[in-house]
């Protein structure tokens, strides 16, 4: 079973974070407000998927360099859906979005993965609960 890979250790040398979400900082609007940067979303063997622009979902490379930071999610606790189909079903819907950095950006991504798997018994993350796991729970590579 796919899930089985939560002992897969981070990697940051291969940029390998497997069930994680990953934080890098945006180029000087966070050195302006260094509580702002861009996130994504890690399969079970730790590749990074991140929304990165308008139509157009990274994967295996981060828009804005390696992550500097990471959550590291309890795959235990997201059972509503497999872990890497629900990264691929947010990959579809947000390869075929617009992106805005106010309303529709690279923490919607992460949280309609969330919400797809039910992390936490929960189906109703938004950008503004990924961004406070971002600051809250987060630990520097």
């Not at 590749?47 to 795959?75: C, E, L, W």
């Not at 990264?87 to 923490?107: P, S, T, V």
Request: hydrophobic share 35%.
């Amino acid at each position: 079973e796919k899930n089985n890979r939560s002992t897969t250790k981070i990697d940051s040398v291969m940029q390998r974070y497997p069930f994680c979400i990953v934080w890098t900082p945006l180029p000087l609007i966070s050195a302006l407000l260094p509580f702002i940067g861009h996130t994504g979303i890690c399969s079970t063997d730790g590749i990074i998927h991140d929304f990165a622009g308008p139509y157009y979902v990274s994967v295996d490379q981060m828009a804005f360099g390696n992550p500097t930071k990471y959550v590291r999610i309890d795959h235990n606790k997201a059972k509503a859906m497999d872990w890497d189909t629900a990264i691929a079903k947010g990959d579809d819907r947000y390869n075929q979005e617009m992106h805005n950095l106010c309303c529709n950006n690279c923490h919607s991504h992460v949280a309609y993965v969330l919400n797809l798997v039910g992390y936490r018994g929960k189906k109703t993350y938004t950008m503004f609960q990924v961004w406070w796991m971002c600051i809250w729970e987060s630990h520097y590579v």
